[in-house]
C-alpha cells in the first residue's frame, strides 16, 4: 500500500492508505476527504478534483497531459504544481505523495 497525505484548505491532514494503480482522486473519495468533487467521477472532464502537489513531489507525479491542462482552465486559482488528482496514478514512486486541496474547487 502507497501513503497519501491530503491536505485541506483549513490545515486538517487526512493519511490514505492507496493500493497502487487507483487514483489520488477516488482514494480521496474512497475516504471522505473533504474538498475533492470528483463530478465527472475521474474521466477528466471537469476540474472538481484540483489539488496541489507538494513541491517535494512534482517531478516524480510529473507534468499534466495536453487534455488535464485544457481543464485546468476551469479550476479555482490555478498554479504552477496544480493537478487534477483523477489523473495521478498511485504507484510506489509516490508513497509519501502530499497533496493540498484548495480553498474551492472550479
Not at 490545515?11 to 487514483?23: H, I, W, Y
Not at 475521474?42 to 476540474?47: E, H, L, M, P, S
Not at 476551469?74 to 496544480?82: G, K, T
Request: aromatic share 6%; with cysteine.
Amino acid at each position: 500500500m502507497t501513503k497519501l497525505t491530503y491536505i485541506a484548505f483549513d490545515g486538517t491532514r487526512f493519511d490514505v492508505e492507496a493500493e497502487n494503480g487507483s487514483t489520488v482522486m477516488e482514494n480521496a473519495i474512497r475516504n471522505a476527504v473533504p474538498g475533492i468533487e470528483a463530478e465527472c467521477g475521474g474521466a477528466c472532464a471537469c476540474a472538481t478534483c484540483h489539488v496541489y502537489v507538494d513541491e517535494a513531489w512534482t517531478d516524480k507525479v510529473g507534468e499534466p497531459e495536453a487534455m488535464e491542462e485544457d481543464m485546468l482552465d476551469f479550476a479555482y486559482d490555478v498554479r504552477p504544481n496544480s493537478r487534477l488528482s483523477c489523473q495521478i496514478k498511485v504507484r510506489d514512486e509516490l508513497d509519501g505523495l502530499v497533496v493540498q486541496i484548495p480553498e474551492r474547487q472550479g
